[in-house]
């Protein structure tokens, strides 16, 4: 039987937009449920907070017992491998076919042969009829396809709890159609547990077993079919009748207010056995007149639905019974909250970061580690940074070297250049220049990578598949960046010096014994450690503020380009700070050579 989802008194707010308050519904083992409500009335956040993706700010999510809410991140992973999850768009991973795509829950949380994998893998994609499109990627199948291989992976791994956003979007009717009656089998076969969020009447009338509707940030009503599509309610009838005129207008905001207040909208009269072929007579104008319960779909199988009856039994014995909002609340104002200070946002967003690399540093010793990221990623950042890198070096370290030769020789102690210059390029510039190139290079591409997944919903899809992004994909990338700024930073390192060597030797005349010998009296091994310590802790920077910005781009590309502006932004800011002080530590802590 499926999970049983029990949701109190939740209330959720975006800044000072309060989405919905106060919604509770249950969601019986094995009977569907169709979440409607007209667009921006919070459906897909309400969906994202029963995954526990989206934290409200009251209310409880209690999924077979544990609260999603309050459980730790750990308990959560947990629960949601008990869910199979669609996301409106598919939420496909772009960077595999739709095999792997299907394969990767059993994969990840199951240690079947890869024989057994592939039955399974085959099976839910002939169910949805993608059997011959496994080996094509994301960007190569229409939005329709990336919906069904994404239900097909939904369901590979036979969840008890079925969430799924907007079946119908992206299919044409015939698809939609056969799609509800794919659910309604898969109901039957599983007894799993169903959340529908849906604008398809069709599909709201002939699919659920209940229905709840969203409007003006409340649930205005939610229970049982039979009651839900009978009721004269005038949201609910103009949304199910699409009709123009009425109380839902173009936006959300921009709805007016009903103004019969008088009537509490009962719900209709039902039958033991239920309403099927009744007929109402409405009491308000612009609402439907006549309504006649249309049938619910049944399994072709022609095998009984467990759900249907235990449902049947709830509505016979009074427990299952229609809640209608009362009437004032639908009416009331929003509740102006408090504006979020600028300075409260800032604080907020750095408490992040830092939750953000300590979470890294834990889930770095988490298994399985992720060997083969970790390579494609030092790969790629390698790849992406070190001509830059090897460019920026030698005028660097020339122009440091130029400077130091002009001073040294005014203050008469050209005998010192050498150290001088070699110290400057190895303690400060190759550090510093490594890692701005990392970060601008490396880095902003690592963001843009993980803003434009964020934002295609692959990031909750991993969550929702109970696996952990930090340490599926941000400690391999940290550590990709850490371990390229090590490798360039000695490569730079050598190609400042010798580009200082080059020009104080052969443009300022100086004696190579000279340069040489002043190096090795002054510098000591610790001033090469330092310089290296400073890539380990640059790198670090750098692949955790583009993994930060990354994971919380919202918005579509622009956001993702805000991203990747701030991350650049806050990872230059933040080298130059921590650079000043390892700096400042090292000279009061470390004594000169000599000294
Ligand atoms: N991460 C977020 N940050 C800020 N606001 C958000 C965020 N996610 C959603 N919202 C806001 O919450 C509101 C509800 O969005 P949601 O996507 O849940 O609506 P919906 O009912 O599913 O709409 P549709 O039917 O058009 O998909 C919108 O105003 C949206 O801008």
């Known amino acids: 039987m499926g999970g049983t989802v029990e949701v109190t008194g939740l209330t959720k707010s975006y800044g000072r937009q309060n989405i919905w308050r106060d919604v509770s519904l249950t969601l019986e083992p094995g009977e569907i449920t169709a979440l409607l409500g007209p667009s921006g009335t919070g459906k897909s956040v309400f969906l994202k907070s029963v995954m526990g993706l989206v934290r409200p700010e009251a209310g409880r999510i209690l999924v077979d017992g544990v609260d999603m809410v309050s459980a730790k991140e750990s308990q959560r992973l947990e629960l949601r491998r008990r869910f199979g999850v669609l996301f409106q768009d598919g939420a496909l991973f772009g960077s595999m076919n739709v095999y792997d795509n299907v394969a990767f829950p059993l994969r990840q949380h199951t240690k079947l042969p890869e024989r057994e994998i592939r039955q399974r893998v085959l099976e839910k994609l002939d169910m949805v009829g993608l059997v011959g499109q496994e080996h094509k990627v994301p960007g190569e199948i229409s939005g329709g396809m990336k919906k069904r291989a994404g239900l097909a992976r939904a369901l590979v791994t036979d969840p008890s709890i079925i969430l799924i956003d907007e079946p119908d979007s992206g299919l044409d009717p015939v698809r939609t159609s056969n799609l509800a009656q794919l659910l309604m089998e898969v109901s039957t076969a599983t007894d799993a547990t169903m959340l529908v969020v849906t604008h398809n009447i069709e599909l709201a009338r002939t699919l659920p077993d209940n229905l709840g509707m969203l409007y003006r940030r409340e649930l205005v009503m939610f229970g049982p079919r039979e009651q839900f599509l009978l009721t004269d309610h005038p949201v609910v009838s103009q949304f199910m009748s699409g009709d123009p005129d009425g109380p839902i207008g173009m936006s959300e905001e921009a709805d007016h207010r009903r103004t019969d207040a008088t009537d509490p909208y009962p719900a209709a009269p039902v039958g033991p056995g239920g309403p099927t072929g009744t007929a109402l007579l409405s009491r308000h104008a612009g609402a439907r007149s006549i309504e006649v319960l249309p049938r619910q779909l049944v399994s072709r199988t022609g095998f009984p639905r467990a759900a249907t009856t235990r449902?049947?039994?709830?509505?016979?014995?009074?427990?299952?019974?229609?809640?209608?909002?009362?009437?004032?609340?639908?009416?009331?104002?929003?509740?102006?909250?408090?504006?979020?200070?600028?300075?409260?946002?800032?604080?907020?967003?750095?408490?992040?970061?830092?939750?953000l690399a300590l979470d890294t540093v834990r889930a770095t010793f988490r298994r399985p580690f992720a060997a083969r990221e970790l390579l494609e990623q030092f790969w790629f950042v390698v790849s992406v940074s070190w001509v830059p890198a090897m460019l920026v070096a030698i005028p660097f370290g020339a122009v440091i070297a130029l400077q130091l030769g002009t001073l040294t020789r005014q203050i008469g102690a050209q005998s010192f250049t050498g150290a001088a210059s070699v110290l400057a390029v190895v303690q400060q510039a190759a550090p510093i220049v490594t890692t701005l190139v990392i970060a601008g290079a490396g880095g902003a591409a690592i963001c843009a990578a993980l803003g434009a997944r964020r934002t295609r919903d692959e990031i909750d899809a991993l969550r929702v598949m109970g696996v952990d992004p930090v340490q599926h994909l941000v400690v391999p990338r940290v550590i990709a960046c850490i371990l390229a700024a090590v490798l360039l930073n000695g490569l730079v390192s050598v190609v400042g010096v010798i580009g200082g060597y080059v020009f104080n030797v052969i443009v300022q005349g100086g004696t190579p014994g000279a340069y040489l010998s002043s190096f090795t009296a002054l510098a000591q091994l610790s001033d090469l450690w330092v310089g290296e310590l400073k890539a380990v802790i640059f790198g670090f920077i750098a692949g955790i503020v583009a993994c930060h910005r990354g994971l919380n781009a919202a918005g579509g590309p622009k956001g993702v380009g805000d991203a990747v502006n701030q991350a650049v932004v806050v990872t230059f800011l933040l080298l130059f700070f921590v650079n000043f002080v390892i700096t400042t530590l090292y000279l009061q802590l470390v004594p000169g050579k000599g000294a």
């Open 311 to 355: 449902h049947r039994e709830r509505i016979d014995s009074g427990a299952a019974r229609l809640h209608v909002a009362p009437d004032d609340e639908v009416d009331r104002e929003p509740p102006l909250l408090p504006r979020s200070a600028a300075v409260t946002r800032a604080l907020r967003t750095t408490g992040d970061l830092f939750a």
